[in-house]
């Protein structure tokens, strides 16, 4: 079991640039979760996916951000544009029913 | 709605030293519980869970955390530190049913020292 792969692991972009965050999560896994964790506000929800459809997206900051879930193997949160306050590393999850969450390394990502 | 409350945003302990850290939630339902460990740039492992059953959890690398209905708390312990546990650590309550998320609390850096 090679648990939830996010990718890439460190991203550096310009302002204004679009970011995309890649994440696998385990086989078998029905539930994605992405999340945010920066010094000020901690570990926040994104939004999360049920069997590939979102269904709590209240987290996510504003129209910048969306996220996808085209099928139980991937999803993709883009930024467009970025912004240096984005700055923070993104955390993909995925859940076993008995809910076993398995965080991904993260993706540290830097706009500059 | 849930939330996660841990007291200290840093423990500093000896080596050998009992580790205490807290926790309090908030729930309107019996809670699912969790505490995780992060190294510095790493993601979040899963020390241990409770969601039914016996109150006390042993977790891995020697942790354990005890649900305590009557005072909201779950707060985790392990009888001696060792240097490697130094790491940050998470506290987060979900609720137990289909659609639900985990809440963290801000995290409690543990700072051991020899």
């Known amino acids: 079991d090679a648990g939830v792969i996010q990718s890439p692991r460190h991203e550096v972009t310009e302002m204004g640039q679009e970011v995309t965050l890649r994440c696998k999560p385990i086989?078998?896994?029905?539930?994605l979760f992405w999340y945010r964790q920066t010094m000020m506000r901690g570990l926040e929800l994104l939004i999360y996916?049920?069997?590939?459809?979102?269904?709590?997206d209240s987290g996510m900051p504003e129209d910048r951000f969306s996220a996808k879930m085209p099928n139980a193997s991937f999803s993709t949160l883009k930024i467009q544009p970025s912004e240096p306050r984005d700055s923070a590393v993104y955390f993909c999850?995925?859940?076993?029913?008995?809910?076993?969450?398995?965080f991904g390394s993260g993706t540290r990502l830097t706009v500059v | 709605a849930q939330s996660v409350t841990q007291l200290g945003s840093h423990v500093s302990v000896s080596e050998g030293a009992l580790v205490l850290l807290r926790c309090n939630y908030s729930?309107?339902?019996?809670?699912?519980l969790f505490w995780y460990v992060q190294y510095p740039n790493q993601g979040l492992q899963l020390l241990l869970k409770?969601?039914?059953?016996?109150?006390l959890v042993k977790g891995i690398n020697g942790f354990e955390a005890e649900f305590k209905k009557s005072e909201t708390s779950f707060h985790l312990t392990k009888p001696s530190a060792h240097m490697s546990d130094a790491a940050e650590y998470f506290c987060?309550?979900?609720?137990?049913?289909?659609?639900?998320?985990?809440?963290f609390g801000k995290g409690t850096m543990l700072l051991v020292s020899p």
């Open positions: 987060a309550v979900t609720k137990p049913s289909g659609y639900s998320t985990l809440t």
């Open positions: 996916f049920n069997n590939n459809v979102p269904i709590d």
């Open positions: 729930s309107s339902v019996p809670p699912y």
């Open positions: 999850a995925s859940r076993q029913e008995d809910y076993g969450y398995t």
């Open positions: 086989s078998g896994h029905n539930s």
């Open positions: 409770y969601t039914t059953g016996a109150t």
